[in-house]
């Protein structure tokens, strides 16, 4: 899955010390989602975007795997 956080995160001027910090997770968590190494759970998928004032698909975008159909 993949997202648009590190954009969105820098166009409001936070660091991912302060993203983290506000949604309880570790710097470090924040960095992997960036990175997509980690999917975040549906709370934290809902934290994140709630904390930006978006909905989940304006920063989270799944593509479907051809082969799960």
């Known amino acids: 899955m993949k997202n648009r956080l590190e954009e969105i995160r820098k166009e409001k001027g936070i660091t991912q010390e302060e993203l983290a910090n506000a949604l309880e997770v570790s710097r470090q968590t924040v ?29 989270f975008i799944y593509e479907e795997d051809k082969n799960e159909k």
């Not at 992997?32 to 920063?59: C, H, M, Q, T, W």
């Open 31 to 59: 960095g992997s989602l960036e990175n997509g190494r980690y999917n975040p759970s549906i709370i934290l998928a809902f934290k994140i975007a709630r904390f930006f004032d978006l909905s989940i698909e304006e920063v």
